[in-house]
């Protein structure tokens, strides 16, 4: 089992940056990706950014350039930098990790509240 606990959410203005951590715990051996997702209400929950541990990242279109996930491994936290946040980057933001395979294990945090406003 693999525990995820995220902080760093909250309400920030248009143009504005905000860091979210997550930080896991439990069977940390066993995970390869680590990764975030986010859910707009009314939508489908959808990748934003990951990060597997050899360290290959892979982005969502509308968070290249504008968000960079990274992870330090001694500490089993990822992070997620969010700069030039816009409106419509309003979601809950979810920590994932999936464990090395077969078989694969997903895991996911509780989500924390990511609101863009003025």
């Known amino acids: 089992q693999v525990q995820l606990v995220e902080s760093g959410g909250g309400l920030v203005q248009p143009g504005g940056s905000l860091r979210l951590s997550c930080a896991a715990s439990?069977?940390?051996?066993?995970?390869?990706?680590m990764g975030w997702y986010r859910q707009a209400p009314g939508k489908e929950r959808e990748l934003v950014a990951a990060?597997?541990?050899?360290?290959?990242?892979t982005y969502a279109d509308s968070a290249k350039g504008r968000f960079t996930i990274s992870r330090d491994n001694a500490k089993n936290t990822v992070y997620l930098q969010m700069n030039s946040l816009k409106p419509e980057d309003t979601a809950v933001y979810y920590c994932?990790?999936?464990?090395?395979?077969?078989?694969?294990?997903?895991?996911w945090g509780q989500g924390t509240q990511v609101t863009v406003s003025s």
């Open positions: 439990g069977n940390i051996f066993s995970i390869n990706t």
């Open positions: 990060i597997t541990s050899s360290g290959r990242i």
């Open positions: 994932n990790s999936k464990t090395w395979g077969p078989p694969v294990y997903v895991y």
